[in-house]
C-alpha cells in the first residue's frame, strides 16, 4: 500500500465530510476512495471513521491520525519544496477561523483577494464568537482577540484593538458624560447577556477593576447592541473595530478613556511553526500584511 497517498485519501475524506465528496475532488471513483480507506484502516488496525448510511464521522483514532497526517505530508511538502527554485502555486483546502464581526468586516475580504490570486486555492471560513481548538477542528488559521493561553500555538501578531466605553452625541447632550466608572451602575448601559451580571473592566492609576453595569437593555449579540447604542439608548462597551464606523461619522462618541485598559492584541494563530504546507504560508504572509494595515487604519481613525 502506498501510504502516503493513502494519507492523502484520508485527509480529503475528513475534509469533506464523506466519501463521494472526496471521491469527486480526487477525480476517483468511488468505489477506489472505499477500497484505498479499508486498506488504511486494515494497515492501521483501528476504525478512522465512525459510517451510517447518511454520516460520516471521525472516531478518537481517527482525529489523532488526521492531525498527524496533516505534519506528515507538511514535511514531505517542505522537503520538495527546497528542492525547487520556486515555491508551486498553493493548492487544497484552506481552513480559517475568526470573530464574527471582525471576520466579516476583515478577515473574509482579505481571503476572497487571495483566492482571487490563486486559483488552486479553496477555503473554508468558520466565523465563531469562541474559542476554536484549532486541531481538534482542523483549522489551519485562527485570528484571536486578546491575550494567547494555548502554548502549543504560533502566533503573529498584526495589531491592536481598544475596548472603548461610548455613546451619541444625543444621548451624552442629555445625560452628561460620566467622569468615572462607578457613576455606570446608575446610568443607562446597554449589556450583553452571559453568564451573570455584566462587568466591565477599567484600570486606574495601573490597577485593574471592574463595574457592574446598569441598565434596562441587554442583548446576546453585538451588532444589536452598537445600534441600540447609535440610536440614543445608553452607554455600550466594545472593541473598537466593531465601532469604528460609527466613531470615524460622529455617530459615537468615547467616554472615560483614561480609564480603558491595555488594548487586546490580535493575532494570527495557527499550531506548527515550521512544517506548514505551502497553502498555510502563503495565506500567513497575505493576512499578516494586510490585516496589519487594516487595524494601522483603524488606529488613525482613533486617533482622530
Not at 491575550?147 to 442629555?174: H, K, Q, Y
Amino acid at each position: 500500500m502506498d501510504t502516503l497517498r493513502a494519507m492523502q485519501v484520508f485527509i480529503h475524506i475528513a475534509d469533506a465530510g464523506s466519501l463521494s465528496a472526496a471521491a469527486r475532488q480526487l477525480g476517483h471513483s468511488l468505489p477506489a476512495v472505499v477500497r484505498t480507506l479499508a486498506a488504511l484502516e486494515a494497515h492501521l488496525g483501528v476504525r478512522l471513521f465512525n459510517r451510517t448510511t447518511r454520516r460520516i464521522q471521525l472516531t478518537d483514532e481517527g482525529r489523532e491520525y488526521l492531525h498527524r497526517s496533516r505534519s506528515v505530508l507538511a514535511a514531505v511538502q517542505e522537503a520538495e519544496a527546497a528542492l525547487r527554485p520556486d515555491t508551486p502555486d498553493p493548492a487544497g483546502l484552506l481552513t480559517v477561523t475568526a470573530p464574527v464581526l471582525f471576520g466579516q468586516q476583515h478577515v473574509a475580504p482579505e481571503l476572497t483577494a487571495l483566492l482571487r490570486q490563486h486559483a488552486r486555492l479553496r477555503c473554508r471560513m468558520l466565523l465563531l464568537d469562541r474559542v476554536v481548538n484549532l486541531l481538534e477542528e482542523g483549522v489551519d488559521i485562527g485570528v484571536r482577540i486578546g491575550a494567547l493561553e494555548d502554548s502549543s500555538l504560533v502566533a503573529r501578531p498584526v495589531g491592536a484593538v481598544r475596548r472603548m466605553v461610548v455613546a451619541s452625541p444625543d444621548w451624552l447632550a442629555a445625560q452628561g458624560a460620566p467622569r468615572h466608572p462607578r457613576e455606570l451602575a446608575a446610568s443607562d448601559c446597554i449589556g450583553l447577556l452571559g453568564n451573570g451580571p455584566v462587568w466591565w473592566r477599567f484600570v486606574e492609576q495601573g490597577r485593574a477593576f471592574s463595574v457592574a453595569s446598569g441598565g434596562r437593555l441587554e442583548f446576546n449579540h453585538i451588532a444589536p447592541a452598537i445600534d441600540a447604542c447609535v440610536a440614543g439608548l445608553g452607554l455600550g462597551a466594545f472593541l473598537s473595530y466593531q465601532i469604528a464606523g460609527h466613531l470615524a461619522a460622529g455617530r459615537l462618541r468615547p467616554v472615560l478613556t483614561e480609564f480603558e485598559p491595555a488594548p487586546r492584541p490580535v493575532q494570527l494563530i495557527y499550531p506548527h511553526a515550521r512544517l506548514l504546507p505551502a497553502r498555510v504560508r502563503v495565506a500567513l504572509d497575505w493576512l499578516e500584511a494586510r490585516l496589519r494595515q487594516r487595524l494601522a487604519g483603524l488606529d488613525a481613525l482613533e486617533a482622530d
